[in-house]
């Protein structure tokens, strides 16, 4: 099985929209008195994110096939570039820039792999030709 990746064409997801959080790697256990005590319950731990994007009709088609289609109802895995970093300089400790031989920087590059959130993504509030579409993805460890 080959895992897809989501699709190039579509825009940069708005800043806006961004939200991220970790899921909770402790297992709490408490007491009759006194603070209660956490333990590590998973090695490693996933990261929850939701996004959001403004698509012409042309990419909300993109979207819609790469969803049901390639990922099967939301399914299947996929790759995602992160967004965040991906793109941005490498920097030194002391905050320059690292160049190559050519002077040419040095970018971050971070491919996520994803699984789709709880709900399916939601469509509305079209604004000047181009429709929000929300989603959320877990990135997998």
Do not use: H
Not at 75 to 98: A, C, Q, T, W
Not at 110 to 116: H, N, R, V
């Amino acid at each position: 099985m080959t895992i897809p990746t989501f699709p190039t064409e579509l825009p940069v997801p708005l800043a806006s929209g961004y939200g991220a959080q970790r899921y909770d790697p402790r297992r709490r256990r408490a007491y009759d008195a006194g603070p209660p005590k956490f333990a590590r319950r998973y090695s490693a731990v996933a990261r929850s994110i939701t996004l959001t994007m403004r698509l012409f009709a042309w990419q909300v088609a993109k979207f819609d096939r790469f969803y049901i289609d390639d990922c099967q109802e939301g399914s299947l895995p996929f790759y995602m570039k992160d967004y965040r970093i991906d793109g941005l300089n490498l920097l030194d400790e002391n905050g320059l820039v690292l160049t190559d031989e050519n002077d040419v920087p040095l970018l971050w590059s971070k491919i996520m792999l994803c699984a789709w959130g709880d709900t399916p993504p939601s469509f509305g509030g079209a604004i000047d030709t181009r429709e929000i579409v929300s989603f959320s993805i877990v990135e997998l460890p």
